[in-house]
């Protein structure tokens, strides 16, 4: 009994343990199977979402940005350049030898040039003190000549030798020894009474000691000495009789050329050892012995000191200048 029993007993143990090794194993079975169940679905968990994010748009949350202010460009336009000063009109520098004559007589105010004379071409001196017959018989040394020299009438003002504070009319005298127009001094102004001359002449120049001045010719006259043509300082309503006076008497009319009491003028005159018939006070002939009370005159208007000087002068012939003799009312 006892052994069978004990074989039986061996038996039910040996059964349990086949049992317990077969449980344990098919728990063991059972676990890898959950594992690979569970590692499979995780899987398709995760590709199923991968798949999902690759083919659906990502939805981002939305933060709202704040408010910005439109910003104001200011563009700053470039500032123009400055237009360019314009040059003066090129002249010849007169001045220069006025200012050398200057340091040997200090009475040498300027330089006068007349194109088309061989004579004018020189410095001109002013004697300050009232008297202006003083260089009349002098010559730059103030020794006595019978030529004399060109020299400005006493009353008139420098300034400082600049446009803008010389006198208003700057009268300059010189002798001209006969009539003829190859003469002496100021006897070649004369060649002003030919009209194709004086249409190819129209300008003069006469420079202070500080600045270089061009003068467009407006008149070419003969006058007397009752008409206060040769005044450096006349006031407006003198001075608009100066101009007007000049032009009636005028043997041309300077078509281009208009003056006013704005301007400033330049007078010379000379004397005169005849006349036309026609330009005697009576309209009658007449014989003149020198000296006489007649003046030959002519008178040019200051150009602008950036103007196109003229080459030529447009002019024409008066058919009745104004009687040499006639004086004013």
């Known amino acids: 009994m006892l052994q069978g029993g004990k074989t039986d007993l061996k038996t039910a143990e040996k059964n349990s343990y086949i049992t317990k090794n077969r449980l344990l194993q098919g728990t063991l079975l059972i676990g890898r199977r959950c594992t690979k169940v569970a590692v499979l679905s995780l899987l398709t968990i995760a590709l199923a979402a991968a798949l999902l994010t690759g083919c659906q748009p990502r939805y981002e949350p939305v933060v709202e940005e704040p408010e910005v202010e439109e910003a104001v460009v200011i563009i700053e336009e470039p500032e123009p350049e400055p237009e360019p000063e314009p040059e003066p009109t090129p002249l010849p520098e007169l001045s220069v030898l006025a200012r050398d004559y200057h340091t040997r007589n200090e009475d040498t105010m300027g330089w006068l040039?007349?194109?088309g004379t061989t004579t004018i071409n020189e410095f001109v001196l002013w004697y300050p003190d009232g008297r202006n017959e003083f260089y009349r018989r002098r010559n730059f040394y103030r020794e006595y000549s019978f030529d004399g020299v060109y020299y400005a009438d006493t009353r008139t003002?420098?300034?400082d030798f600049t446009r803008e504070t010389?006198?208003?009319n700057i009268v300059i005298y010189g002798h001209s020894m006969n009539g003829d127009p190859d003469g002496r001094l100021f006897a070649q102004l004369k060649r002003?009474?030919?009209e194709d001359f004086a249409r190819s002449h129209p300008l003069i120049f006469f420079s202070t000691l500080?600045?270089?001045?061009?003068w467009e010719i407006f008149s070419v006259h003969f006058s007397n000495v009752f008409v206060p043509y040769n005044h450096p300082n006349p006031d407006d309503e003198h001075f608009q009789f100066i101009i007007d006076d000049a032009k009636a008497r005028s043997l041309w009319i300077y078509e281009d050329i208009e003056v006013t009491i704005e301007d400033t003028i330049l007078t010379?005159?000379?004397c005169i050892y005849s006349l036309e018939p026609h330009l005697s006070p009576t309209g009658q002939h007449m014989t003149l012995t020198y000296p006489n009370n007649y003046r030959y005159v002519i008178m040019a208007r200051?150009?602008?000191?950036?103007a196109t000087l003229p080459e030529v002068a447009e002019l024409s012939v008066n058919p009745s200048p104004r009687n040499a003799g006639h004086r004013p009312e």
Do not use: C, F, K, N
Not at 302 to 306: K, N
């Open 210 to 214: 500080e600045e270089d001045m061009a």
């Open 268 to 270: 010379l005159s000379t």
């Open 192 to 194: 002003w009474q030919d």
């Open 302 to 306: 200051l150009a602008d000191r950036y």
């Open 157 to 159: 003002e420098w300034g």
């Open 113 to 115: 040039y007349v194109p």
């Open 166 to 168: 010389i006198s208003r």
